[in-house]
């Protein structure tokens, strides 16, 4: 079974970090890429970064570039997002989720077909 568990969510001021995780299971990267969509209040949720499964090429959102960087550790089966220079307009709930069809690039919600509940991240001024 396909699990996901994100983790390390917080509140943290403004020019603030912070490092989520995702903790895959049931799969590997090999099968499956794995990414993170970000959900703010009243909009729709948004792709953030991501790892392809196919060749191991990332993505990440233009209006986070520089600021937030994808890694992974195999030996772990887990995922990491760095978040550095927060800001409040980065307050959101933070998913991560799975997909094995995934090619790499810009992506959408409907590309993932796995999904862990989120964790809140928010940034105060």
């Known amino acids: 079974e396909v699990q996901l568990q994100a983790s390390g969510g917080g509140l943290v001021q403004a020019g603030g970090s912070l490092r989520l995780s995702c903790a895959a299971s049931?799969?590997?990267?090999?099968?499956?890429?794995i990414g993170w969509f970000r959900q703010i209040p009243g909009r729709e949720r948004e792709g953030v970064s991501c790892?392809?499964?196919?060749?191991?090429?990332?993505y990440i959102a233009d209006s986070m570039k520089g600021r937030f960087t994808l890694s992974s550790d195999s030996a772990k089966n887990t995922l990491y997002l760095q978040m550095n220079s927060l800001t409040p307009e980065d307050t959101a709930v933070y998913y991560c989720?799975?997909?094995?069809?995934?090619?790499?690039?810009?992506?959408?919600?409907?590309?993932?077909?796995?999904w862990g509940r989120g964790t809140q991240v928010t940034v105060s001024s």
């Open positions: 049931g799969f590997t990267a090999v099968d499956y890429s």
């Open positions: 989720a799975a997909s094995a069809y995934y090619g790499g690039g810009y992506y959408e919600v409907r590309d993932f077909e796995y």
């Open positions: 790892i392809s499964s196919s060749d191991g090429s990332t």
